[in-house]
């Protein structure tokens, strides 16, 4: 690590790579801190020594979601393993490099290769006249990837340090989400069935599957973010998915029409 960071002196490094997988973080929490949080820390470390700058990509699920959306000052409480492993990773990354850039996001979506996100999973299901459930009482705020990676930019560019949320500026359930994708997308929304958590985790758990603990009301207020970079637009999910439209990257996201 300290080879390679030596011979190619980047200013920045981005620290998006981890462990996702909510559930799945739950069946295996020495992996998850290993990643998402010894990893992280370890290349601070380095890069502290370096001169580089950090840009390390949390969470809101740092927090339980019984009072979001949350700003960068809130206190902590994180509820799964996921939400404690970015946790601790926020912690050590501060002490490792006390001028890193902490970025919160949550509910990313875009395109990309993977084709991985929400987007991509509602397409998929609804292209196919497959029904989709989708929670009713569980709020955040989706962000766009194109929107996120101007922020956080403007945010390096800007000489940022310490905590920042870099999302939406909309508050919304996941089954309004998915009911705004559906419109845009031109797939019948009537196929897609609003839940509660606790109807949704009933019926993971009977399948057999890990289900790790979740807040309800989540997402994060952007204010601090757009009064360090004032002149910066953020896209509403509807203008989002247009643009994406537009201008199409990655894997082919389905549509109807």
């Known amino acids: 690590m300290v080879t390679i960071l030596t011979a190619t002196k980047p200013s920045t490094i981005y620290l998006c790579g981890a462990k996702t997988w909510v559930d799945g973080c739950e069946s295996d929490a020495t992996h998850t801190f290993v990643v998402?949080?010894?990893?992280?820390?370890?290349?601070?470390?380095?890069?502290?020594?370096?001169?580089?700058?950090?840009?390390?990509?949390?969470?809101?699920?740092?927090?339980?979601?019984?009072?979001?959306?949350?700003?960068?000052?809130?206190?902590?409480?994180p509820v799964n393993v996921y939400g404690k492993s970015k946790c601790a990773a926020e912690e050590k990354i501060k002490d490792e490099n006390p001028h890193a850039l902490i970025i919160r996001t949550t509910i990313v979506y875009g395109p990309e290769d993977l084709g991985k996100n929400f987007v991509y999973q509602l397409s998929e299901r609804l292209s196919r006249n497959e029904r989709m459930s989708c929670?009713?009482?569980?709020?955040?705020?989706?962000?766009?990837?194109?929107?996120?990676?101007?922020?956080?930019?403007?945010?390096?560019?800007?000489?940022?340090?310490?905590?920042?949320?870099?999302?939406?500026q909309e508050l919304m359930s996941r089954y309004e989400f998915a009911l705004k994708i559906a419109r845009a997308l031109g797939f019948d929304e009537n196929l897609l069935d609003a839940v509660t958590t606790a109807e949704h985790e009933v019926k993971l758990t009977e399948s057999g599957q890990v289900i790790a603990k979740r807040g309800v009301n989540?997402?994060?207020?952007?204010?601090?973010?757009?009064?360090?970079?004032?002149?910066?637009?953020?896209?509403?999910?509807?203008?989002s998915l247009e643009h994406w439209l537009r201008h199409p990257r990655g894997k082919s996201l389905r549509i109807i029409g």
């Open 135 to 168: 929670v009713s009482d569980q709020f955040s705020t989706p962000t766009y990837n194109r929107d996120l990676a101007k922020m956080a930019s403007s945010l390096v560019d800007a000489r940022c340090s310490g905590i920042y949320n870099c999302v939406g």
């Open 36 to 77: 998402n949080a010894e990893a992280p820390a370890f290349i601070a470390k380095v890069a502290s020594t370096l001169g580089i700058k950090i840009c390390f990509f949390s969470t809101d699920y740092v927090f339980d979601g019984t009072a979001g959306p949350y700003t960068e000052n809130d206190v902590c409480n």
């Open 218 to 239: 989540l997402g994060l207020c952007v204010k601090k973010t757009l009064t360090a970079i004032p002149n910066l637009k953020l896209n509403s999910v509807e203008e």
